[in-house]
């Protein structure tokens, strides 16, 4: 079946970031035909874009999207992924919450214009599954952590786990199967290693958390090293890593990244919250590090769009470095779509509106009032646009969210029975009240 998309602001993010003021973007199945403007040409459907913005699919390179349930707990609490956020997930976390919460973080995710996502936790089949209900792209890792999880004893259950993921997932169109050890201090050397093997045997993305926390910076610099240098000497630094978060990086590590060609995930909605400090991206830019945006979990940033994030990422990078000019819009937006996919080594096929591309895309309404004028449409996504301002989301030549709504399932239906499923998380955490 083809489906024109008309009457739209087209940004199609090539090298030389070619618009279309009244463009179109046709598609077959699962991709795109052809973009242009002029002439419309044939089509089974054909879809009014209202002057909206078209783009790709944002990419979120850095999630944990099952954690819906624990959102707005314990937000001002200091030290609360050990006081009470690990405890509480090996008390109540079920694999029909995980399952639940994914769906929804994937439905809100959705409704935000992205189109793939990286995502580490527990059962992580259950997000799987939510991903191929719902058409979402899922790069999704099982947590490697050294350390009683609700789903394995530790490390070596973790890895199991990790490795019949792999053999499960390895031919599947939308679920990308990765090696997802938790970090640099809460996973065992012997179990990094072991993940580092696991990715290469099977070809696969390796993500974890590195250099996001002072205990762990603390750490390593007792022992005259940092987190970036440890991989290194695990041999874990390759074009395969997401490194996720980055606060903490020294001109060596840069350096570091740069000659083995580790990829960067940027989460300052959740850095900034937790006080955790501003990752020097301009200077990661500068050694050519590849980066994009992660909102994080729906616990640590509260939200699942990356619209706050390239606001956030905005205003902290100009203020850090005390320069208005730094990144402008239209470099974040390619961040935002472009450079996430090409941190997951799909440059070539996704992140570009172009003949031949996944039909992943995104039109963004230019109809709230916070909209007007539409001058720079760059500078409005960053600056101006919400999630709520995205009307229709294609994922794999469907169309999943349309005039803002989800078609096939209702994101309200979903919330109830969440609601009902999290009775007995709820009375676990009542334990923590005084805390969260």
Not at 268 to 276: E, T
Not at 364 to 388: G, I, K, R, W
Not at 392 to 402: R, S
Request: include cysteine; hydrophobic fraction near 40%.
């Amino acid at each position: 079946m083809k489906i024109l998309l008309k009457n739209a602001h087209v940004l199609t993010m090539d090298d030389a970031y070619t618009e279309y003021e009244n463009g179109y973007v046709l598609t077959e199945g699962d991709r795109i035909l052809a973009v242009g403007s002029g002439q419309l040409p044939p089509a089974d459907r054909v879809v009014d874009c209202r002057g909206g913005i078209l783009l790709p699919g944002f990419v979120n390179l850095h999630c944990h999207a099952s954690m819906v349930p624990f959102r707005t707990m314990g937000d001002d609490c200091p030290d609360r992924l050990r006081r009470f956020l690990f405890p509480l997930e090996n008390e109540a976390l079920t694999p029909e919450l995980v399952y639940l919460g994914a769906k929804y973080g994937v439905g809100e995710m959705l409704l935000s214009g992205i189109t793939t996502f990286v995502d580490m936790y527990y059962f992580e089949e259950e997000v799987a599954r939510a991903c191929l209900e719902t058409g979402m792209q899922g790069f999704l890792g099982e947590t490697v952590i050294s350390q009683k999880t609700p789903d394995s004893e530790g490390d070596e259950g973790g890895l199991l786990l990790t490795e019949d993921f792999l053999r499960k997932y390895a031919v599947s169109d939308r679920i990308h199967p990765i090696v997802a050890p938790h970090g640099t201090t809460t996973v065992s050397e012997s179990a990094l290693r072991a993940c580092g093997e696991l990715a290469n045997r099977y070809d696969a993305l390796l993500t974890l958390h590195v250099s996001e926390m002072d205990y762990e910076m603390d750490y390593f610099r007792q022992q005259g090293l940092t987190p970036i240098g440890y991989l290194d000497r695990l041999s874990l630094l390759s074009d395969r890593l997401l490194a996720a978060h980055c606060i903490h990086l020294s001109e060596d590590d840069l350096l570091r990244m740069q000659k083995t060609g580790v990829r960067m995930a940027h989460c300052i909605g959740s850095n900034a919250k937790a006080g955790k400090g501003i990752a020097p991206v301009r200077d990661a830019a500068a050694h050519g590090i590849p980066f994009g945006f992660g909102t994080d979990g729906p616990s640590s940033g509260n939200t699942l769009s990356l619209f706050d994030q390239m606001r956030l990422f905005a205003v902290t990078q100009k203020t850090r470095y005390h320069d208005r000019s730094l990144f402008p819009a239209k470099e974040i937006v390619r961040a935002a779509t472009r450079g996430g996919a090409e941190c997951l080594h799909l440059g070539d096929r996704y992140g570009m509106l172009a003949p031949g591309y996944h039909a992943d895309l995104q039109v963004v309404s230019a109809q709230s009032e916070h909209m007007f004028p539409l001058y720079n449409p760059y500078s409005a996504l960053v600056y101006s646009a919400c999630a709520a301002d995205v009307d229709l989301v294609m994922a794999a030549g469907q169309i999943v969210v349309e005039q803002h709504r989800l078609t096939g399932w209702s994101l309200g239906d979903l919330r109830e029975a969440l609601r009902r499923a999290m009775a007995g998380f709820y009375a676990a955490a009542e334990k923590y009240r005084e805390i969260i």
